[in-house]
C-alpha cells in the first residue's frame, strides 16, 4: 500500500476509533460465543475433560429445553424474575427520590449520607442469618436481602449524578423564578434521569447476583434453589443451564434497559452504553 | 480625552439599577479572605445597554452574579427600581457563557420554560415563545433538540428563554465567550436588533474590548486586585446611537482613539499586577 490518499480504502471495518456497523457487531458478537462453544465442544468430544463435571455444550442445551419443556423450569424462571423485579422496583422507589433530594440539598444529604454510607460497606448476605431468625423461609427475607443488596448503592450513585447537575443550570432556572423544588422538579430531575436509568441496569445485575445467594442458601423455589438441588444427584449438566438461563435473563434485563434509555431519551444522540 | 468621563457618584433619578458602594470579600478558609471587589458604585439606566469591560479578576462576574441575586455583597447594595436586590428572581434573568440550554426540553420547551413554571397562561405563553423564537432567528428550529444545535444556537435559544420571561433586567455573562470570531460577529450584531425590539436595560460582563465599545451605550472599566471600578466610559462618538452593523462603528473616527484608550488603560493595570 503506498497510495497515501487512498488509505481509508482497505479493511474498513478495522479503523482506528470508527464505529462499527450493527452488521458487523451483531457478527462479532456471534463469532465470540460460537468460538466459546466450540472450544468447549471440541474439549468434550476429544475426552479432554471428566464428561461427568463438564458435560458437552450439546448436552446441555438438551437438557435445558427438556427442563423448559417438561419439567417446571419455567415457574421457577417466572419466581425468579418475579423476586428480583418486585424487589428492584423496591429499591428503586427508595433510591431514586431520596438520592436525588441528597444530591440537591445538602442538607438532606448532611443527614442520610453518615447513615447510608456505613451501610453501603456491609456486605449484604452478612444479613442472611439474622434475616432468617426474623422472617423465617418465606419469600420476605429473599427480598429484604435483595433490596439491601442494592439500595445503598443506588442511593449513593444517584446521589452523586445528582451532584453533578450543572451549577449553572440550577442558577438560570433560579433567574428565571423557579423555586427550590420547582427547580428539583424541572430541571435538577430531568437533568439526572438518564444517569438514573444507567444506573439502574449496572445496579440490576448485582441484583441478580444477591438472588442467587438468596435462592442458594434459603430456597426451594427459583433457579437458583434448582441448580443446588441439582449439584446433590450430580446433575452437571442441569447446574449449567442454570447459569444460561440466568445469563440470558440478565441480556434481556440490560437490553431492556437500553431500549428504554433510548425511548426516553431520544434527545440524546450517539450515546452507546 | 473628551470621551471619558469620572463618575464616582451615585444618584440620578432615570436610574434603572444601582450599583451603591458594593465590596464583595470571599472567604477562602481558616479566617482567610480574598477581596474581590473593593468599591464599585455606577448606575444603569432604564432600556441602556451596560457593558462591564475588564481583566481576568476584576471581579466584573461577581457584581453581573450580585445583580442577579446569586451572590450577596458584603457591604453596599444593589437596587432595582429603588427595591434592593436580595435573591435570585425572574425580574433579572441571566445568560451564562456556558451552555445551559435544557437538553431534554425542544427549542420551543426551552423558551417558554420560564414562563411555564411562572403560570402565564397557554396562549399567551405560545404566542411569546413564537415571537421571541422569531426574534433570535430560530424559526423552523422550534423542535429541534438543543444537542441538534450550534453553539450559537444555543445561545440564542438561551437569549429568547431568558427574554421571553419578561425580565426587567438582561444580564450576560460573557455570553458569546465560547463562540467562534465569526459567529460571535453576527451574534453581537443580532443584540442590537434585539435591543431595538425587545426594550430591554442589558448589563453584559465582556473583556472583549471591540464588543464593549461597540454594544456599549456606557462602558463600565474595572480594574483588578482588587476589583473596583476605575472609569465610566461613555463612549460620545456613537452619538447615542446604536448601530445594525459593527462594521460602520469600527470605521468611525472616535472608535480608534476609545479603543487605543482602554487598551494603555488595560496595559497599566497588567503592569500595576506585575508589581
Sequence with gaps: MTNSSNRAAPTPWFQLRKPVSSKQSILSAIFIWALFFAVWEGVSLAGLVNDLLVPAPHTVLTTLVDMLVNRGLVSDILISVWRVVFSFSIACAVAIPLGVAMGAFPAIEAVFNPFVSAWRYLPAPSFIPILLMWFGTGETPKLVLLVIGVVFFLITIIMDHTREVRTELVETGLTLGGKRWTIVRTIILPAVLPHVLTAMRQMLAVTWTYLVIAEIVASTTGVGAMMMRARRFLHTDEIMAGIIVIGVLGLCFDILFRRAHRWFFPYIQDRRN | ?275
Design chain 2, 1 to 275: 480625552m473628551s470621551d471619558i468621563q469620572h463618575t464616582n457618584t451615585v444618584a440620578a433619578a432615570s436610574a434603572k439599577l444601582v450599583v451603591d458602594s458594593v465590596t464583595k470579600r470571599f472567604s477562602l478558609g481558616k479566617g482567610r479572605e480574598v477581596q474581590a471587589i473593593a468599591d464599585a458604585s455606577f448606575i444603569v439606566d432604564e432600556n441602556e445597554i451596560c457593558t462591564i469591560l475588564g481583566s481576568s479578576g476584576c471581579g466584573k462576574s461577581t457584581i453581573l452574579r450580585m445583580m442577579a441575586g446569586l451572590e450577596r455583597p458584603t457591604t453596599g447594595e444593589l437596587r432595582l427600581d429603588g427595591s434592593v436586590i436580595t435573591g435570585p428572581d425572574k425580574e433579572r434573568g441571566m445568560v451564562f457563557q456556558a451552555y445551559t440550554s435544557f437538553d431534554w426540553l425542544t427549542v420551543r420547551g426551552n423558551v417558554e420554560y420560564g414562563m411555564r413554571i411562572n403560570g402565564v397562561p397557554k396562549p399567551e405563553r405560545r404566542a411569546r415563545t413564537q415571537k421571541f423564537i422569531d426574534l433570535v432567528n430560530l424559526g423552523g428550529f422550534e423542535d429541534a433538540y438543543p444537542s441538534q444545535l450550534s453553539g450559537g444556537m444555543k445561545q440564542r435559544v438561551a437569549i429568547a428563554r431568558t427574554l421571553a420571561n419578561d425580565p426587567a433586567l438582561l444580564l450576560m455573562d460573557e455570553p458569546f465567550g465560547a463562540l467562534d470570531a465569526e459567529t460571535r460577529w453576527h451574534m453581537q450584531e443580532l443584540l442590537v436588533g434585539i435591543a431595538e425590539t425587545a426594550n430591554t436595560t442589558m448589563v453584559m460582563v465582556t473583556h472583549d474590548i471591540e464588543e464593549a465599545i461597540y454594544l456599549g451605550d456606557k462602558i463600565v472599566f474595572m480594574s483588578s486586585h482588587p476589583g473596583r471600578v476605575h472609569k465610566i466610559i461613555v463612549p460620545e462618538f456613537k452619538q447615542g446611537k446604536r448601530y445594525k452593523s459593527k462594521e460602520e462603528v469600527i470605521g468611525l473616527d472616535g472608535y480608534g482613539v476609545l479603543e487605543k484608550e482602554i487598551m494603555r488603560m488595560m496595559q497599566e493595570q497588567g503592569a500595576n499586577d506585575e508589581r
